[in-house]
């Protein structure tokens, strides 16, 4: 769309300029009928084959020469980068564009001749009506060409909306795909993150567990030892008691007094 205006509009216009165009292109058919059968003297069937000939063929070149010409607007843009191939299809457009031209200005020339005799043959030479008709005359094909020329552009831009319509489409719908991307690529990665998280949580927790049932196991066999301990020395404790209890109380030998002992050895040695 451009300025509100969109393809359909443009077209619109192209068709009412071409119908306009069509209007003046039978008139002038008729014409170029009557005057190459009078000039020729030829068969009515030759004659209107002849007039169609000439009008259709100026109408149709026309429109050629703006195809030719949007080509030959991007190609001669890279003329001198292209070879082969390419630099001879440049060429023939160049002489089909030079050829198309040709046509018009004969086709007109002609046409314009034809229309001014049928007006202004039966008019007394240089009168009033006579140079009101040669201007008719010349009117006519100078109104084909330039009606043509106006439907024809109105037509390539409205191709050109379209094209560029498409173009838009497809760039935002690429952008919208770069965008999806990006967002799923993003999610992506936020899902990454999370997982790693969890995995770090859960690699968290079973190092604390494993570090909580070291402690408890530490804690149970500590307890355990001092338990074992405890029951050990109680045991034992209850073993002395019984042992005590079970030993027989032997009398304590009397000392004898040291004199006495000394009196004795003194004795034993005489």
């Known amino acids: ?86 630099r001879s299809r440049v060429l023939d457009h160049k002489i089909s564009r030079l050829s198309a031209q040709m046509y018009l200005i004969t086709a007109v020339g002609f046409s314009a001749a034809m229309n001014v005799w049928s007006f202004t043959h039966q008019l007394s030479q240089f009168s009033r009506d006579w140079w009101i008709g040669t201007f008719v005359g010349l009117f006519i094909p100078f109104g084909i060409f330039v009606l043509s020329k106006v439907s024809t552009q109105l037509f390539l831009v ?67 030892a001092d338990s074992g301990v405890s029951a050990k020395g109680k045991r034992k404790a209850e073993t002395d008691e019984q042992a005590g209890a079970e030993k027989p109380v032997t009398p304590r030998r009397s000392r004898k007094p040291k004199s006495t002992e000394a009196g004795a050895e003194s004795a034993q040695a005489a």
Not at 29 to 46: D, K, L, N, R, W
């Open 1 to 86: 769309m451009l300025n509100g205006m969109t393809p359909k509009m443009y077209r619109r216009a192209g068709t009412g300029t071409g119908m306009s165009g069509v209007t003046l292109l039978i008139v002038s058919i008729y014409h170029q009928f009557e005057a190459i059968t009078h000039f020729t003297h030829s068969m009515p069937a030759v004659s209107i084959l002849v007039a169609i000939a000439v009008d259709a063929g100026f109408v149709f070149c026309e429109m050629a020469l703006w195809l030719l010409y949007l080509y030959n607007d991007s190609i001669d843009q890279k003329a001198k980068l292209v070879t082969g191939d390419e």
């Open 158 to 224: 409205a191709t050109r909306l379209v094209s560029e319509a498409e173009a838009c489409a497809e760039a935002e719908a690429e952008a919208t795909a770069r965008d999806e991307l990006d967002v799923l690529k993003a999610e992506l990665a936020e899902a990454e993150r999370q997982k790693q998280e969890r995995l770090e949580k859960a690699r968290a927790a079973r190092a604390a567990k494993k570090t909580g049932d070291n402690t408890s196991v530490s804690s149970v066999e500590k307890k355990s």
